[in-house]
């Protein structure tokens, strides 16, 4: 028996794909004791993390030192006062010490947040006075967190540093080295607060999404059944700690299913440098978004670079077919993608075994009942655009879906109601159940009568050599409603201008309908994005507002 199937019960069909997943949670469960210690007494030299950075530096981590430095951070924080449900938010880059002193407030009971490291003063105090926060790790290593931390007024915060010393601040080194390696379980209730996580959301102020201890036993089926982990391989997932992405590929699915992970600490994204990492450390599974795809196959893929790769996936945003298409054709890997949120785990997916449909995000995975509904409550016909929900079981309970919006208990009662989930997003399902995204609710473009998926629009831009990154919005018309408005990032070698927006509204037209043809365009050094890279759209519509 696997290590992680004690926590859960699957079933699958004659080929080997799963059918059925179902979530046995220890009523006292913590991912710091009943697996990191667990897999450290199991097998204590175990690797768990392959750790290095843009300056070649290197550090290897087992089960037995992180058991041992996340005890040694627990007591750390025992020492500063945080215990049991207080809020520490955790501004820590890639950074290694990210993942001991996170395991510690699991331990401790205490609600980890993670953000990135790039916040600015306003949003630090946001966060800080949202949900009462009691202590802030930064990080010293290039990084503004210390400077922007120093900028906000927040009496009684206790101030934290990693990687340096500054008047004022816990020097964490320094403090987890003389703790003590013991740390007495601390008992915890699985349905307790364990996670809290700031949506990068596309509009509004962001809102903070809580999970519970149950939500790490979910992303086993993350690890498993979509990313394909292995044992005796090495995990690749793209994402800044401060994402929940990280929580999906850094963290909890992996180490459930004893997979090591690899973490590749860059200040800079660059295409070239990340594919000599998963060449240089044969890399065998590997997940990004939507972005770093297009970056590799627009600027060429290094040869090799994914010769150790065994399976790609992608989620975060909806991946063109394009570009599946030619990462296909340049790595022989078929790129799986799949669907959740800030608020979920795995929802939709292109699991393991699987049939492949290009465009298709996959089936809903057997974690959820998912459905897609029209605006009045009932189930749309297959192929018919509705919203994709979640229809929780008939006691309303669901593993795999968050506890509620800290603070917002009208926000949360919001996106319940009907007693379903409402993801806000658009989709369509046909009759074998296989899912294609099409936008957020307030994304889609009236024009002329007709309804229009931004996706559809820009996954058809994206065939054009000349388009690196775009982005499709409505600008309000008196008399179309809304004209169509491509924003895009251009290619190395191309130029904006009239000929190329004719030349690209001739290439819509011979590949779509023609009621989805952009009458205009505007060319951008680079897209307004989210903390986790989603393109904002309603940064540029707000922006076409102003003019």
Known sequence: MEFYQQFVKEAYDENGVLTSFSIQCPAHFNFGYDVVDALAQKNPEKVCMVWCDQEDRERIFTFGEMAKLSNQAANMFRQLGIGKGDRVMLMLKRNYEYWYLIVALHKLGAVA????HTLMAADIDYRVKAVDVKAVIVTADNSEGPNELDKCDLPGVQKMLIRGQRPGYVDVNAAIETASEEFERVETLASEPMLLYFTSGTTGEPKAVMHDHSYALCHILT???????????????????????AAWGKLYGQWLCEAPIM??????FDPRALMDIIQKYKVTTFCAPPTIYRFFVKRGITPGAFDSVKDAVTAGEAMNPEV??????????????????????LMIA?????????????KATPLYHIEIHR??????APGETGEIVVVPAADGSHYGVFMGYCGDDAAYASVWEGGVYHTRDLATMDEEGFIRYVSRTDDVIKSCGFRVSPFEVES???????????????????????????????TEGYKGGGALSRELQQFVLNNTASYKCPKIFEYVAEMPKTISGKIRRVAIREKDGQK
Request: proline share 4%; charged share 20%; with cysteine.
């Open 113 to 116: 947040i993670p953000a990135t």
């Open 375 to 380: 605006e009045d409550g009932t189930v749309a």
């Open 263 to 268: 973490v590749y600490d860059y200040d800079q």
């Open 324 to 345: 599946a298409r030619l990462f296909e054709s340049q790595t022989g890997l078929k790129l799986r993608e799949g669907f959740g949120q800030t608020e979920s785990t």
């Open 460 to 490: 058809v831009l994206m065939q054009h050599p000349a388009v690196l990154e775009c982005a499709v919005t409505g600008v309000p018309d008196l008399g179309r409603g809304y004209r169509i408005k491509a924003t895009i990032v251009l």
């Open 223 to 245: 690890a498993k059944h979509w990313q394909n982990v292995r044992k005796d391989g090495l995990h690749l997932s793209v994402s800044d700690t401060g994402w929940g992405k």
């Open 350 to 362: 292109d699991l393991v075994g699987q049939p492949h449909h290009l465009g298709s995000m996959g």
